[in-house]
């Protein structure tokens, strides 16, 4: 199981970059590079809001909700990423029993 590690830029915030971490253990961890605000959130709590040409992400991280933006196609990229790693995650479990 191997963490997958992806840039992107926020769409209502070209300036802004995002670096995501993937976890194939259940968790997305997000870092806003220039405003130095990390996040991180359960697969459980994270969701996926078309708007447009752009799509809302949303966690929450100890009760407390966050979001951020990305380009409709890099936010599909990060939802077949987590996808990926519940696979993964859900494989390697099944193979332990």
């Known amino acids: 199981m191997i963490a997958v590690h992806r840039e992107y830029c926020l769409s209502n915030s070209p300036d802004l970059h995002a ?4 976890n194939p253990v259940g968790k997305l961890e997000v870092e806003i590079v220039e405003l130095h605000e990390h996040h ?13 040409g752009e799509t809302r992400i949303y966690g ?8 951020f933006n990305l380009a409709k196609t ?15 995650y859900e494989t390697l479990m099944s193979d332990l029993m």
């Open 40 to 52: 991180t959130t359960e697969f459980d709590d994270l969701s996926f809001e078309n708007q447009g």
């Open 60 to 67: 929450k991280e100890n009760t407390v909700p966050w979001q």
């Open 19 to 22: 670096h995501v971490e993937v």
């Open 74 to 88: 890099d936010a599909l990229e990060l939802s077949h990423l987590v996808d990926e790693a519940n696979e993964e």
